[in-house]
């Protein structure tokens, strides 16, 4: 754990002054950070009647894959508005610097799928929760959502669990 922490760079003042942007590029370059980030993730939700994988763009792309592939369960993009080439649906809400919307296709899930939503970092929680309204609104169930990093200042963690759903995060920093 303590490889992972000591992995993930602090960027001041980005995206915007009084942000402490907290940057895992610098932890998917370091081979084994990033085993052991996936390791953690894979062996906690291992055994959790897990129908499918998704992640959250861009990171949850990264970490989503890998944890696809090791627990062989497929896996499904949140994207930005306009960037799926099929029939979706959508989800708009506030970030804790702006506006977004997210999409999912229409046929990624069903009554029948478990999943569990993947991001870098939980912050708000603004796009973890439209994420779940989305997944929710195809009719299938969350089973969880991990994050490598939370922000617990910002109160997003806590926004998930109060709706009955398990969140599992590596680290934690304090401030923004």
């Not at 922490?5 to 907290?22: A, C, Q």
């Not at 809400?93 to 970092?121: F, W």
Request: glycine residues 6%; neutral net charge; aromatic residues 8%.
């Amino acid at each position: 754990m303590n490889k992972i922490l000591k992995s993930i760079r602090t960027i001041p003042d980005f995206p915007k002054k009084g942000i402490m942007f907290r940057d895992v590029t610098t932890l998917f370059s370091n081979p084994p950070a990033f085993q052991e980030t996936i390791n953690e993730i894979c062996n906690y939700w291992r055994n959790k009647s897990l129908t499918k994988i998704i992640g959250i763009e861009a990171r949850g792309f990264i970490l989503g894959s890998c944890v696809s592939l090791e627990l062989n369960l497929p896996f499904i993009p949140i994207r930005k508005k306009g960037k799926l080439p099929y029939t979706t649906i959508e989800e708009s809400y506030e970030l804790e610097y702006g506006k977004a919307t997210i999409e999912i296709h229409s046929d990624a899930l069903n009554s029948n799928d478990n999943v569990l939503i993947i991001d870098d970092l939980i912050a708000t929680g603004g796009t973890a929760l439209a994420s779940i309204s989305l997944v929710k609104r195809l009719e299938a169930s969350v089973s969880g959502c991990s994050f490598i990093i939370d922000l617990p200042i910002l109160d997003g963690k806590k926004k998930i669990v109060d709706l009955g759903i398990e969140v599992q995060t590596l680290c934690e920093f304090s401030g923004h």
